[in-house]
């Protein structure tokens, strides 16, 4: 709350990767930030899922570091969707998965942790991303992109 500066860790190849990001958004209702990170090299990135066909009892992946861990995964299942979009899980996530990815067995982000086990789904991030002007990527079917 309140900062204008973070630093971003990404974790591959063995290693720490550090940036440092910019808050250009924020979403107190969400309990979201929109952080700019400048790479000389491409970043990696996931796909924002559809999260409208989540229901209870499917399994779902969290990711962070918890306890101050390089990076850690944790699985468990959605055990409730509620009717702003939400998704509780059965993942006592913590701090350390705050704001991290929360993803269905195809690999895609279904939701983003904001606090233990609660996710906002990506369908309403995907809202208050659209409406501030921040792009993503969707996967690309048929009928466009979802």
Known sequence: ?????????RFGQGHAHLYD???VLSESRLGLAVVKVEAADALPSAFLGDSSGMRMGEWVLAVGSWLGMNQSVL????????VSGGLRTSMP????????????SAGEVVGVLTSSGYG????????????MGVP???????????
């Open 93 to 104: 996530t913590g701090e350390g998965f705050l704001g991290g990815a929360l993803a269905n």
């Open 75 to 82: 699985s468990g299942i959605v055990s409730s969707v509620d």
């Open 136 to 146: 993503y990527v969707g996967r690309v079917t048929a009928g466009g992109v979802r």
């Open 21 to 23: 990001g910019k808050v």
């Open 120 to 131: 906002v789904s990506s369908n309403r991030l995907k809202s208050a991303l659209d409406a």
């Open 1 to 9: 709350s309140g900062a204008e500066h973070v630093q971003v860790t």
